[in-house]
């Protein structure tokens, strides 16, 4: 169980296009999604959190004009990044909180989208 | 504030031996701590979680991990490696019970390299 998914796994794209990477919890209901950015041969680092029904919360220095992120259901997070440059291309991951997970903040994670933006 | 720092980059290994990555924390509140592993082209699996409970933890694939408070440390350890070990790992807190509920901090990594 708690398995999250992400579509697609991987992307090119021409500069100034926009890119929808949608997160999906496949078997179970996630009040809370998070997006994150991986860099090549660094950490992970936090975008933005995501609750079903509300904005989403940036971290500072992200932009949320360009990292637009919709939590519609209980299901399903996307995040566009509208008007793609090279510099965007990067590894983004999602990861999912269980609704009954409880406050041990056992976040579920997707297999990641790699962006290239050519 | 929360911060992680895992203190090797990388670390090798011959097959059938120990594994020690190493991880000291910073947390305001009382933390959970975590240890994920990522294989190449593969998502973030959750290899074991400290959440206040037992302070010696045990993970999945033989994998373990000790709290130390007073050292502000969660070393990961096994002690016979495999192959299939061959990964790269973070060690990850969250002030549960502080206002980030949620919210990860990853260490940098620990990239575990295996010889036969």
């Known amino acids: 169980g708690a398995v999250v998914s992400q579509h697609p796994s991987w992307v090119i794209c021409k500069s100034g296009t926009s890119v929808k990477i949608e997160c999906r919890s496949l078997?179970?209901?996630?009040?809370?999604m998070f997006w994150y950015r991986q860099f090549p041969k660094q950490s992970l680092m936090l975008m933005a959190t995501?609750?079903?029904?509300?904005?989403?919360?940036?971290e500072q220095g992200v932009e949320k004009d360009k990292f637009l992120i919709n939590h519609a259901s209980l299901t399903l997070s996307t995040l566009t990044v509208t008007s793609a440059h090279p510099e965007d291309s990067s590894f983004y991951i999602c990861?999912?909180?269980?609704?009954?997970?409880?406050?041990?903040?056992?976040?579920?994670f997707g297999p990641g989208t790699r962006l290239t933006v050519l | 504030a929360q911060s992680v720092t895992q203190l090797d980059s990388h670390v090798s290994v011959s097959e059938g031996t120990p594994v020690l990555l190493r991880c000291n924390y910073s947390s305001s509140y009382s933390p959970s701590l975590f240890w994920y592993v990522q294989h190449p082209n593969k998502g973030l699996q959750l290899l074991l979680k400290y959440t206040s409970a037992a302070t010696l933890v045990k993970g999945i694939n033989g994998f373990e991990a000790e709290f130390k408070k007073s050292e502000t440390s969660f070393h990961l350890t096994k002690p016979s490696a495999h192959m299939s070990d061959a990964a790269e790992y973070f060690c990850?807190?969250?002030?549960?019970?502080?206002?980030?509920?949620?919210?990860?901090?990853f260490g940098q990594g620990t990239i575990l390299t295996v010889h036969p």
């Open positions: 995501s609750n079903e029904g509300s904005k989403a919360t940036y």
């Open positions: 078997d179970f209901q996630a009040t809370t």
């Open positions: 990850v807190v969250s002030d549960a019970g502080g206002t980030s509920y949620g919210k990860l901090t």
């Open positions: 990861s999912a909180v269980s609704l009954a997970g409880g406050p041990t903040d056992t976040q579920y």
